[in-house]
C-alpha cells in the first residue's frame, strides 16, 4: 500500500517564478493537507482541500492557491517566488471524516528561491 | 486558539537511558494532541495520538505519552533510548468540531543519543 506521495523531490526556482507542486494521497483518503516547514522550525498549516474544495486556510498569502482533483490527488502553486519561501512543502493526506486527528505525511518537496 | 510549546530544542542522552520529551499545549477546547518524529530529509510519521480515550498512550518504537489536562502536558517519554531513536521530534494539537481541521506545531526538539 503506498503512502503519500510528493514530486517533485528537490526544485530550484529564482525569484518572481511561480512553482507548482503535486501530492498523491495514501490509498482510502479523500482529504489532503499541505504546509510548509522553514529549516529549523515545525510545520505551519497552509490549506486543506476536501471534495475538491478549499476547506480550511492558514495564514498564507494569495499567492499560495491549491487545487484538488477527482481522484483526491493535489496541487500547490506558489506565485510571484520571494527567497523567504525557501522551505520544505509538505503534503498530508487523510481517510473520509477524520478531520485533523488521522494526518499522514508524505516525504516532502525541498524549495529552493534563489 | 490554539498552540504548543516544546520546552527544549535539543535534548542529548546516553544510549540506554530515558527520554523525556515535553509538549505543553493551549487549546480552548478538549484537544487532540500527537507526537511526529522527522528524520533527516525525510517527511514526518506519527509516533501516537491522544484523541480523548486513555490518558496514557502508547506509540510506536516503546514511545508513549500521558495526557495531563491539569499540567495541560502531553509528555513523551521512552524508558531506553536507542541510537535509532536520534531524530527531531514535533508535539502537534488539533481539536474536534466546528470547522478546524489544521495541526498545530511545535518548534521542535532535537534528540541526540550518545553511545
Known amino acids: 500500500d503506498a503512502g503519500v506521495t510528493q514530486s517533485p523531490t528537490h526544485l530550484i526556482k529564482t525569484r518572481g517564478q511561480q512553482v507548482t507542486l503535486r501530492c498523491s494521497p495514501k490509498?482510502?483518503?479523500?482529504?489532503v493537507s499541505w504546509y510548509q516547514q522553514a529549516l529549523g522550525q515545525g510545520p505551519q498549516f497552509i490549506f486543506q482541500?476536501?471534495?475538491?474544495?478549499?476547506?480550511q486556510r492558514g495564514n498564507f498569502p494569495d499567492r499560495f492557491s491549491g487545487h484538488q482533483f477527482p481522484n483526491y490527488s493535489s496541487e500547490l502553486n506558489v506565485n510571484a517566488l520571494l527567497l523567504g519561501d525557501s522551505a520544505l512543502y509538505l503534503c498530508?493526506?487523510?481517510?473520509?471524516?477524520?478531520?485533523?486527528?488521522?494526518?499522514?505525511f508524505g516525504p516532502g518537496t525541498r524549495l529552493t528561491v534563489t | 486558539a490554539q498552540s504548543v510549546t516544546q520546552l527544549g530544542s535539543h535534548v542529548s542522552v546516553s544510549e540506554g537511558a530515558l527520554v523525556l520529551l515535553r509538549c505543553n499545549y493551549s487549546?480552548?477546547?478538549?484537544?487532540?494532541l500527537f507526537w511526529y518524529v522527522q528524520y533527516p530529509n525525510q517527511g514526518l510519521q506519527l509516533l501516537l495520538k491522544?484523541?480523548?480515550?486513555?490518558?496514557l498512550v502508547k506509540g510506536i518504537n516503546g514511545f508513549e505519552a500521558e495526557f495531563k489536562k491539569s499540567e495541560t502536558s502531553f509528555h513523551l517519554t521512552k524508558p531506553s533510548a536507542h541510537m535509532s531513536d536520534a531524530a527531531e521530534y514535533f508535539c502537534?494539537?488539533?481539536?474536534?468540531?466546528?470547522?478546524?481541521?489544521?495541526?498545530?506545531f511545535g518548534k521542535g526538539t532535537l534528540l541526540t543519543v550518545n553511545p
Open positions: 498530508a493526506s487523510s481517510p473520509y471524516g477524520t478531520g485533523a486527528y488521522e494526518q499522514y
Open positions: 490509498s482510502g483518503h479523500d482529504t
Open positions: 482541500y476536501y471534495e475538491e474544495e478549499e476547506r
Open positions: 487549546s480552548s477546547v478538549p484537544p487532540y
Open positions: 491522544y484523541t480523548s480515550a486513555a490518558t
Open positions: 502537534a494539537v488539533s481539536f474536534s468540531g466546528g470547522s478546524n481541521y489544521k495541526l498545530t
